[in-house]
Every structure is written in structure tokens, then in C-alpha cells.
């Protein structure tokens, strides 16, 4: 059984990392999880760059939050991606295989996947 | 919505919304009867507002004119012969007791049941997006049931966000465990 033993030796390892995220300046990957959001396959989308970023080594860069709708329901899984000093970068349709091309490319690598951006789906 | 479970995560996002400090998701199956009650102790809503979010074309969002998260979960109920019903108590009426109660019934044996889902993985995407809000779930099944309080975890975390990744995947194994005693 998952005991609260094992949570407070979580909150042990983890005391000393809180301090490094409060000043963390990195990319920020907001999903859109309002109700169209949701129908159309947001949750795994998120569940994916939360998986993802922490599997890379990226959760001391990069922090994935939630927002409401963005106001373009029509593409949506909707994926923001914000960087100091970058335009804001908006991926559209998105999917769990998808976001993992985003982390390795985009979040990883520095290079925007350009075929998932609103700019290339929209017509 | 493919999955109950997306309907339940829609609708405590507006719990949350409304400032609620505790949402308590709650899932009681009794025989064929689901029922599912999602309460909050947010600004609630007024009488006016209660009648109204039924209606597809009411909606508290600005980038347009629709909100389909209540009714569609009246249509997921009522498509089983089920029904929703919705309870309010503005702060404004009472500051001590406010608050928004949803409940909706379910006949699991209907054709048109909507099946559950990943209930966990809701919860879990709850609390990844809202760390500093609490949530109580209870998933209870012929006696025997599934529970988290986030006030219990957060006694313990003390500074620690719900939200950093080993800890939700500790929540992610004490739900898994708890549904394999369920089953």
C-alpha cells in the first residue's frame, strides 16, 4: 500500500528543488483544457508533457500549467508554447505523439515543429 | 465526451473557477444506480444563474457565446433515464455556508451509459492544474471505496506543491491500488 511514510520521504528529497523552481525563468507549455479542450483529447495531450518533460530531465526548464479556452475550439488539443524573449509558439491538434515530438524537438532541441503549428493546419 | 470521467473533470474545473478552497468529487454506484456529485464551496450561483447553466447558450467564458459543460453532462445522465440537479448558495445569501452542489444519476445498464473512464487520471489532471486548491474523491462501490483528500497529503507535503511530479505519481499509485481492491 502507498503509505503516507513514503510521501513525507518525497517531501524530504524534494524540500531542497522547491527552492531552485521559484526562480526558474524557462519555457512555459500552457494546454487549453476548457470543455472543448477536454472533448477533444486535451488530458492525455497534458498528461503526455507532464510526463514527458519530467522524463527528459526539462522540469527544472520548462513548467506545463492549464488554461481555459483559448477561443479557437475548432483546433483544438491547442498547445501554447512561451520563452523568454520568443514569439509565442501555438500548436494545434494535438495528440500524445505529437507532444512527444514538441519535447524532444522544440522544448529539447530549440527547433520549432512547424507542421503542427497553426500557421501550417489552419487554411 | 467518450468518458464520464472527462465530464467530471469539465465540470470541477468550474468549481474551481468559483473560488471554491475544497471540491469533493463524489461516485456512489448502488446496483444499477451511478451517481455522481461534484460539491464545492465556491461563490456559488444565483437562482437565475442555476436555471440558466443548462442552457447551452449561457456561459461564463468570454472568447465566445456557448457553454456546453453542464449540458452535456445532462445529456450524459438523462440519457440513461437519469437526471441532473443542481443546488446553489451564493455568498452573498450566506458567507459561511455558500457554495455550488451537482448531482447527477445514472442506470449503468442502459444502453446509452457512458462508460466511467479513467477517473484517476482527472483527478490527477485537477490537481496538476490547480496545486493550491483541494479536492476530496470518493469512489465507493458495494461497501468497499477509493479516497484521497489533498488536505491529508498536504498536512504531510507542508510546502511541497501537489503538483511536482513524484508526488502525483504517488497519487497516481495509491489510486491504482485502491481500484485493484475495489475490482
Known sequence: MKSLAELQAIKNRMKDRVVLRDGME???VVVGMATCGIAAG????????????????LEGKVSV??????GICQYEPVVEVFEPGKEKVTYVKMNPEKAQEVIEKHLKGGQVVSEYTIGAVAV | MKELSLNILDVAENSVKAGASL???????????????????????????????????????????????IPLLKLACEQTDGSLAISSVTQESDPVNHGTHVT??????HIDFTPLGDVSASVLTLIQGHPDTDFLFRHQRD??????????????LEDVPLNSYDV???????????YEMLS
Open chain 1, 26 to 28: 524557462g519555457a512555459r
Open chain 2, 23 to 69: 471540491t469533493q468529487i463524489l461516485l456512489t454506484e448502488q446496483g444499477n444506480v451511478l451517481t455522481l456529485e461534484i460539491v464545492d464551496d465556491g461563490c456559488g450561483m444565483s437562482e437565475d444563474i442555476v436555471r440558466s447553466v443548462t442552457d447551452p447558450f449561457y456561459t461564463t467564458r468570454t472568447t465566445r457565446k456557448v457553454g456546453m459543460g
Open chain 1, 42 to 57: 486535451a488530458r492525455p495531450v497534458l498528461n503526455a508533457f507532464v510526463e514527458g518533460v519530467n522524463k527528459e530531465g
Open chain 2, 143 to 156: 461497501g468497499k471505496s477509493v479516497e484521497l483528500d489533498t488536505r491529508e497529503l498536504r498536512e504531510v
Open chain 1, 65 to 70: 500549467t492549464q488554461t481555459g479556452c483559448i
Open chain 2, 104 to 109: 447527477a444519476t445514472f442506470h449503468t445498464d
Open chain 2, 168 to 178: 502525483m505519481e504517488w497519487i497516481r499509485g495509491s489510486l491504482q491500488e485502491q
